[in-house]
């Protein structure tokens, strides 16, 4: 089983930028597509972004595309969310999420493991 830790969150001004990491251990990393989601309070948890075991494909939400990318080094088991050019509605808790399957699903449910979660806030 894969165990997840994000980080890199934090406070920043709209129009800013922040890269979260999230390190895997315990599995065999690469055999694993990887998810990024959020939630805000109030919220249902929501897609953002997602790639495949070696990287080759990545799929975005909408509201992200061109503004977000994730990217992952197999080597260092760690996965990538750079953001850029924040919004306030950005504003939320970050997970990122493993599943075993070639082609990483953009459903929160199913992902069978889930980091602890990391808060982003982008103040306007």
């Known amino acids: 089983q894969v165990q997840l830790v994000e980080s890199g969150g934090g406070l920043v001004q709209a129009g800013g930028s922040l890269r979260l990491s999230c390190a895997a251990s315990?599995?065999?990393?690469?055999?694993?597509?990887m998810g990024w989601f959020r939630q805000a309070p109030g919220r249902e948890r929501e897609f953002v972004a997602a790639i495949t075991w070696f990287g080759s494909a990545t799929n975005y939400a909408d509201s992200v595309k061109g503004r977000f990318t994730v990217s992952r080094d197999n080597a260092k088991n760690t996965v990538y969310l750079q953001m850029n050019n924040l919004k306030p509605e950005d504003t939320a808790v970050y997970y990122c999420?493993?599943?075993?399957?070639?082609?990483?699903?953009?459903?929160?449910?199913?992902?069978?493991?889930w980091g602890q979660g990391t808060q982003v806030t982008v103040s306007s």
């Open positions: 315990g599995g065999t990393f690469s055999r694993y597509s």
């Open positions: 999420a493993a599943e075993p399957k070639i082609l990483p699903p953009s459903t929160w449910y199913e992902y069978d493991y």
